[in-house]
């Protein structure tokens, strides 16, 4: 009897763990300790929640695949930040005190079946001057920063393959391109294969130091008028 129960107990704790996200840990001061890597919590944590409806139109076609984008507004320098991205939305996560949610993901919140097999990058713009987003953001040029298709560290999808995407990237100061300074960056997302992107997904952005007033949305003029506020 005792040997069931705990198996019963085992399989309820992996699967309320399969609900939810685990805390997001940075590379900067990892340790390994029996095999293991032992992340410190990002300081830091933002989180957006969106939803791409079936048919809609990408923000870009890329290599044959639809890319939608996702614009971030870096305030300061980083020495860090960690991306990742879950769909569809785990079932005990929802949108808390300072999250941002896009009206999309609000109208079409019923839908809990609905997900893509997650592709993520993060590139950094030209543009360094938050006036500048709305002139100068549809024609920036754009620095690959990092990818990622599938993270181990992430928890399955309801196929109960590990498709969710985690990546993180180190500011090289002694690279002009590879630096994470002041300005905008973009955290692209699409399919591992050409597909629909179709479903809920959460993004979450990772800092090891606090960085007030980092900023995402799904359109360059969403962006700067959230800055403006």
Known sequence: MKT???????VLVTNLNAQKLDK???????KTVMNKDIRVPYTDVISFYGFIK??????????????????LWIPAVAPELGIRMASPVPEKMAPGEGDIVDAIFKENAAD?????????????????????????GKTA???????????????????????NSLMRVTSDVNDPLKALTVGLYRIGF????????????????????????VKIARSLDELADMIGK
């Open 4 to 10: 069931i129960c705990f198996l019963i107990a085992v």
């Open 24 to 30: 997001f840990g940075a590379d900067m001061g990892m």
């Open 54 to 71: 079936p048919g809609s139109k990408p923000d870009q076609v890329r290599d044959g695949k639809n890319f939608f984008y996702l614009y």
């Open 112 to 136: 809990k079946t609905s997900y893509f097999d997650t592709w993520v990058s993060l590139e950094r713009s030209d543009v360094i001057n938050a006036a500048d987003i709305k002139a100068k």
């Open 141 to 163: 040029k754009w620095f690959n920063l990092g990818q990622n298709d599938d993270s181990g560290e992430m928890p399955a999808q309801p196929s109960g393959s590990k498709y």
């Open 190 to 213: 699409t399919t591992y294969k050409v597909g629909e992107v179709n479903g809920s997904f959460i993004a979450q952005v990772g800092a090891p130091i606090k960085l007030p007033g």
